[in-house]
């Protein structure tokens, strides 16, 4: 690692050890947020597995060895909560899933109303804008991560399905909402939607590219090529790769 960083110009950089069971620290990681005063706190929520699916040894411990090795002060929440179960614009808007928060394997005794207040507490937030369902057989049980995220306050990104497209109904129930819906601010969202997260065409993948450049303003986008990725799934899963179909790209906003 130390050697790759190397490689790419970054000479300091700090190594830490910290026992995990999952790899996806997205979900298994503090939240970090400011105060008032501009402090920065590490917010650490309980992890169960994904409303125990896969329940791994070291992984409820992460967020907190996490936000102890940034030297960060550590808040706890007794609440179960994945990172990717919330999106916020850090203006006060926060979004999620009725799907998620409301499994009865993350918080059972919580009412939509119950986990308002608690997000409001803990992440600081005014509004909680609720989608209902995810994409099919996903065993996050309809993280917001996969479905649509802010680029901006009161813009947020989205999937336009296609006709045939076996999530059309959940896809076009969520731009319904985010088209009904009105941030912190009082404000209607401005919902920006792309058809599918992977497109089969090249010149597909660039549009979206110059399309995100657009609604995000000066933030810089770099398209990564995900074809080895795709190409190793592939061969894991024993399922015939279409070279054809491989044009996936994943879109990182820095």
């Known amino acids: 690692a130390r050697a790759a960083l190397a490689g790419a110009g970054v000479l300091q950089a700090r190594f830490h050890v910290i026992p995990f069971g999952d790899i ?12 008032r005063g501009g402090a920065l706190l590490a917010q650490c929520f309980e992890f169960n597995g994904w409303a125990e699916k896969y329940v791994l040894p070291h992984d409820d411990g992460v967020a907190e060895a996490v936000a102890r090795a940034a030297e960060v002060p550590v808040l706890r929440a007794p609440l179960v ?29 919580m ?8 997000l409001e507490e803990f992440l600081g937030v005014e509004r909680v804008l609720w989608l209902d369902q995810g994409l099919r057989n996903d065993h996050t049980d309809g993280h917001i991560d996969t479905l649509a995220r802010f680029v901006a ?50 010149h597909g993948a660039h549009r979206l590219l110059l399309d995100l450049a657009a609604a995000m303003g ?17 061969k894991a899963s024993d399922r015939p790769f279409n070279d054809q179909d491989s044009r996936a790209k994943v879109i990182a906003a820095l």
């Open 24 to 35: 996806w620290l997205r979900d298994t990681a503090p939240i970090f947020l400011r105060d």
């Open 81 to 109: 909560l994945e990172g990717g179960s919330v999106e916020v614009d850090g203006a006060g808007t926060c979004l999620t899933t009725r799907q998620c928060l409301l499994h009865p394997g993350r918080n059972p005794r």
């Open 111 to 118: 009412q939509q109303e119950d986990l308002e207040a608690w």
């Open 153 to 202: 306050p009161g813009v947020v990104v989205c999937m336009e399905p296609g006709a045939d497209d076996p999530n059309r109904d959940a896809l076009r129930a969520i731009i319904e909402t985010l088209n009904q819906s009105v941030d912190a601010r009082g404000q209607r969202l401005a919902d920006f939607q792309h058809r599918g997260a992977v497109d089969g065409a090249q």
């Open 218 to 234: 000066d933030r810089l986008i770099v398209g990564l090529n995900s074809d080895d990725s795709v190409r190793r799934l592939g």
